[in-house]
């Protein structure tokens, strides 16, 4: 599945983000060049326990969690 930021390797740390009085975040620069990330890119947020998952493509929760489970092994 493209578009899936999460994978199971060592987590990189890459930054800090702060959510404005608006609701909106900044992700930092380094996150958006390591993931291709460009000005008009749409961005779909996920909730995943105490997780927040972000992905490039709109996907089915349901397959979301079973792709991450297919991941770790």
Do not use: C, H
């Amino acid at each position: 599945m493209a578009g899936l930021f999460f994978t199971m390797k060592d987590p990189k740390f890459i930054g800090k983000a702060k959510l404005t009085r608006q609701g909106q975040v900044t992700l930092p620069n380094e996150a958006r060049k390591d993931l291709g990330i460009d000005a008009d890119s749409d961005i779909y947020w996920y909730e995943l326990g105490d997780n927040l998952i972000a992905v490039t493509e709109l996907v089915n929760p349901r397959d979301l969690g079973v792709l991450l489970k297919k991941k770790r092994g």
